[in-house]
């Protein structure tokens, strides 16, 4: 923004990373309490994945420490390391995912049973698989970009972009069935 410091502190990113770490929190307090509410907002929702939850809360605490200002050296490889480590899980995930093939490695020790519609819970969806793919790839971008060449940041932008768009038409999309069945 003009006359903004370049470096300084993004509230609003700050903010939005730890609401994406305390929703990733409620929900593995849900499954360790045995609290469906705190990882699923309606008893008739498939809940958060224990898996999910803790993406969720890597990537908002990481995305939180990089908000408060810029990144030291050490905190800038740390969030390489951590967006890079989360990303390739999450792919590994997103491909086992789409085969079908469930790990018993993703509910983290917890106890998951049943389902819900059909949809057998405790298992990250392909969306959400990819969607924290293409957000470790927009961290990465923008960490990986120096002053003098910005294509990265313009790159985890848009890449960011890929990510809320879709998140938005979901939230919209569960709202209305939700309005729908209590009509």
Same mark, same amino acid.
């Given at each position: 923004?003009?006359?903004?410091?370049?470096?300084? *502190?993004?509230?609003?990113?700050? @903010?939005?990373?730890? =609401?994406? #770490?305390? +929703?990733? !929190?409620?929900?593995? &307090?849900?499954? /360790?309490?045995?609290?469906p509410l705190l990882s699923s907002t309606d008893a008739r929702w498939i809940p958060m994945a224990p898996s999910s939850a803790t993406l969720f809360m890597l990537f908002g605490g990481v995305l939180f420490l990089c908000a408060r200002a810029p990144p030291g050296r050490a905190m800038r490889r *740390?969030?390489?390391?951590?967006? @890079?480590?989360?990303? =390739?899980? #999450?792919? +590994?995930? !997103?491909?086992?995912? &789409?085969?079908? /093939?469930?790990?018993?490695?993703?509910?983290?020790?917890?106890?998951?049973?049943?389902?819900?519609?059909?949809?057998?819970?405790?298992?990250?969806?392909?969306?959400?698989?990819?969607?924290?793919?293409?957000?470790?790839?927009?961290?990465?971008?923008?960490?990986?970009?120096?002053?003098?060449?910005?294509?990265? @940041?313009?790159?985890?932008?848009?890449?960011?972009?890929?990510?809320?768009?879709?998140?938005?038409?979901?939230?919209?999309?569960?709202?209305?069935?939700?309005?729908?069945?209590?009509?």
């Amino acid at each position: 923004m003009p006359g903004e410091k370049a470096g300084a *502190a993004d509230p609003f990113a700050q @903010a939005c990373a730890l =609401l994406a #770490a305390a +929703l990733g !929190l409620a929900a593995l &307090l849900g499954w /360790v309490l045995s609290l469906p509410l705190l990882s699923s907002t309606d008893a008739r929702w498939i809940p958060m994945a224990p898996s999910s939850a803790t993406l969720f809360m890597l990537f908002g605490g990481v995305l939180f420490l990089c908000a408060r200002a810029p990144p030291g050296r050490a905190m800038r490889r *740390a969030a390489i390391g951590i967006a @890079a480590g989360g990303g =390739l899980i #999450a792919l +590994l995930l !997103l491909i086992l995912s &789409l085969q079908g /093939v469930r790990l018993k490695a993703e509910h983290l020790g917890f106890s998951v049973q049943g389902s819900v519609n059909g949809a057998e819970i405790g298992h990250i969806s392909p969306v959400t698989a990819l969607g924290f793919v293409l957000t470790a790839a927009s961290l990465l971008a923008t960490l990986l970009t120096s002053r003098a060449r910005s294509m990265g @940041a313009i790159v985890g932008f848009w890449l960011a972009c890929a990510v809320i768009a879709p998140g938005v038409f979901f939230v919209l999309a569960y709202r209305g069935c939700a309005l729908r069945t209590t009509l």
